[in-house]
């Protein structure tokens, strides 16, 4: 089984370690990713605010690639492990499919170039195949070094269920916890998963965004509460809000007057540890500071480079 | 007055932007509740939409509160009469660009535009040129502040400084000037 893969610019960049575990837990479980030829932009957040029609060519083209390179009637299942990229694609899936005024307009901007996009391409994110397509059963088979009781924290961020809610629901979404549950990890209970790190705002942080006081803030107020709440590592599905939240502790604990030393990675680094993969296949030599309990130790025991 | 398109007639709340579901703004605040960043606009949610419904347009555009959404989608899941503000302020934003009416000394549309360049140029997005573009024409003097964690990122692969493109730039460039040529209400 193999999944056409759409990375988008962030996996190439602050986000490389996303893919790198993304690629190594399919890898695992007996899964392909087959790289989309040539992917553009998904046109993110930022384009929309420019000019709509383009933005949505932007991600068509793509969708109209992933069908090019799987002939034939069926769907085709294009993964999109950015959150941000995923809603992008999704918005224009659903713009071509309704056959209005923009439809046609992208339509015919992709015709002008050679391409079609025939309906059949569907975004997927990474955490929905692997909950509801491979399964929490075949994932805690393979799952040959547990996570110990791990607590953390899944942060699901804003784009991941907002507007969209293909596979979760929008405000609760339980997803992330049940699949690291499955795998040895003990979630905690966290009401702020939904909220926005600050970060949505066009690709970035406060090193590229617009308002870093703002980004600041927000994603500092998701730390202390996670920390409070007794989370050990934090687990996201953005590159955006893993980079958030991971990149500027420094910066918050100088301007908040805290404490804050918090593991943030990806959940497939997670579950690619509890699968027992290699930590330098799960990008963890990338993380400025990635710290996991060792689950062979005991609770409450020494922590170890992981 | 700016000139209006029919995305965005006046007189209407942001929510009947879209046309789709013609209903007004009960002014019931769900949205300025929920909205992450309200403590950083100039006007919450719900009085933009008290603003569009007087007709107050050119002083929506030029709120900085329109450019401090980060279209986390929160007002759009929560708004009981179910209003796609999110996509409304994306409107708001569009038209903003179009007519030039937009609040002064604020970054975000700098950004915004720069990241359009970016990527009709080279059909990707680059991080580190984006980020050090924008800061250059910015606020340079923040480029110290974040330089340390930059340099991290660089050590560890994170910030590739080579800018991705596309293979086929002339492909993507085709599409994205098809849209050029219909000069229309969205363009």
């Not at chain 1, 050679?114 to 799952?143: K, M, S, W």
């Not at chain 1, 500092?220 to 809000?241: E, F, S």
């Not at chain 2, 939409?49 to 002083?59: P, V």
């Not at chain 2, 503000?85 to 660009?97: G, H, N, V």
Request: aromatic residues 6%.
């Amino acid at each position: 089984m193999s999944y056409a893969y759409y990375p988008g610019c962030s996996a190439k960049g602050t986000g490389r370690s996303y893919e790198e575990s993304l690629r190594a837990v399919f890898g695992a479980l007996g899964t392909g990713l087959d790289e989309l030829e040539d992917w553009n932009c998904c046109g993110a957040s930022g384009y929309p605010a420019v000019d709509a029609a383009k933005a949505a060519a932007l991600s068509a083209r793509n969708l109209a690639l992933a069908e090019d390179a799987q002939p034939g009637t069926g769907p085709v299942d294009v993964i999109a492990p950015c959150a941000g990229c995923y809603r992008a694609l999704l918005k224009t899936e659903r713009a071509l499919a309704d056959g209005g005024a923009m439809a046609a307009r992208v339509g015919g901007a992709l015709g002008a170039a050679g391409l079609r996009y025939q309906g059949r391409a569907r975004p997927r994110h990474p955490l929905d195949v692997l909950v509801n397509d491979i399964g929490l059963d075949r994932v805690a088979e393979a799952a040959v070094r547990p996570l110990g009781g791990l607590r953390v924290a899944c942060y699901y961020g804003c784009l991941l269920v907002r507007p969209y809610a293909m596979f979760d629901d929008r405000r609760a979404p339980t997803s992330m916890e049940r699949l690291l549950a499955a795998v040895g990890a003990e979630p905690i209970e966290w009401p702020l998963r939904t909220r926005c790190c600050g970060g949505s705002c066009y690709c970035g942080g406060p090193l590229i965004g617009a308002l870093p006081e703002a980004t600041l803030r927000l994603s500092h107020r998701l730390l202390k509460d996670a920390k409070r709440r007794g989370a050990q590592a934090i687990a996201t599905v953005c590159p955006l809000c893993q980079f958030n939240l991971e990149a500027f502790q420094h910066q918050m604990n100088r301007t908040f007057d805290e404490h804050i030393d918090l593991s943030v990675g990806f959940f497939t680094q997670l579950l690619g540890t509890a699968l027992g993969l290699d930590e330098r296949a799960l990008g963890a030599n990338r993380m400025l500071h990635w710290r996991l309990p060792d689950p062979a130790a005991a609770q409450g025991g020494a922590h170890v480079r992981a | 007055m700016s000139k209006s398109s029919p995305e965005l007639a006046p007189g209407r709340a942001l929510g009947a932007a879209d046309r789709v579901l013609p209903q007004f703004c009960i002014q019931c605040g769900t949205c300025s509740v929920v909205c992450p960043l309200i403590e950083y606009m100039d006007h919450s949610p719900r009085v933009l939409n008290a603003m569009m419904t007087a007709g107050g347009e050119d002083d929506v555009l030029r709120s900085r509160a329109i450019w401090v959404c980060t279209s986390c989608y929160a007002c759009t899941v929560e708004c009981p009469k179910q209003l796609p503000l999110t996509e409304s302020i994306y409107a708001l934003k569009r038209q903003s660009m179009r007519t030039g009416v937009y609040p002064r000394r604020f970054i975000t549309p700098v950004l915004a535009r720069q990241f359009v360049r970016t990527v009709d140029k080279r059909g990707r997005s680059s991080e580190a040129w984006l980020s050090l573009s924008l800061y250059l024409r910015t606020r340079p003097l923040q480029l110290v502040r974040y330089a340390p964690v930059a340099l991290r990122l660089i050590r560890r692969g994170r910030l590739p400084l080579r800018p991705e493109s596309v293979r086929k730039p002339a492909q993507l460039r085709k599409v994205l000037d098809a849209l050029d040529v219909t000069t229309g209400e969205h363009a």
